[in-house]
Each structure stands twice: as C-alpha cells, then as structure tokens.
C-alpha cells in the first residue's frame, strides 16, 4: 500500500510562513508528477502547486510570488514553502501523486495537514 505522508500545518497570522512536506516511497516518487492541492469548506479542491510529468513546474495565479515548490528526489519528498500568507490561503492542503504507467495512471493522496491563517 502506496502511503502519503504530509506535515508542516498549523496555526499562523497573516505574513507568516509555514513550510509544508510531503513524502512517498522512492519507487512511486521516481514516476509521479507531484501537486499540492488544498480544500476550504464549501470549495472544490484547488491545485496550488507542483510538478508536472515533464518536470514543469506550475501554480495558482493567488499563490506565485509566495509560494515556492521544491522536491528532494532521493528522500522522494516534496515541500511547499508558504511565505506572506493570507487568510484566504487557509484549509486543509493534500499532497497527490500522479504514478505514470505505461497504459495507466494511478493516483495517489495523502490525509492533508490543516493550515490556519488569522487575520
């Protein structure tokens, strides 16, 4: 069983930064395109971040200039560092894996990490 694993959430006021970390064994990792994706009460899940299969890195209008997704390839991790953040960027934030076969693709998603922003 493929596992998901995210940290970093909690509580902050508005400007503060939060670095979010999702991690997913080595083998899936090496053939995933890797998102952040986050959800608030009442609204679709929206894709914040990630990386695309061609290595194309890609985020939601509201959130480039301060967010920055990285990757650590060998810890087969991911990371989304929140700078200057909003309230509006509060919810819950999910890491998905995209596994790329040769006939398929398989997703897979983490719980999610709360992330709180106060004004």
């Known amino acids: 069983q493929v596992q998901v694993a995210e940290s970093g959430g909690g509580s902050v006021q508005a400007g503060e930064s939060l670095r979010l970390s999702c991690k997913i064994s080595?083998?899936?990792?090496?053939?995933?395109?890797m998102f952040w994706y986050r959800q608030t009460p009442g609204k679709e899940r929206e894709r914040v971040a990630g990386?695309?299969?061609?290595?194309?890195?890609t985020y939601l209008d509201s959130v480039r200039g301060r967010f920055t997704i990285s990757r650590d390839d060998p810890q087969g991790a991911i990371y989304l560092q929140m700078n200057r953040l909003k309230p509006d960027d509060a919810g819950v934030y999910f890491c998905n894996a995209i596994a790329i076969y040769s006939n398929y693709q398989q997703p897979y998603w983490g719980l999610g990490t709360q992330v709180n922003v106060s004004s």
């Open positions: 990386f695309a299969a061609d290595g194309k890195v």
């Open positions: 080595k083998d899936v990792f090496n053939r995933s395109a």
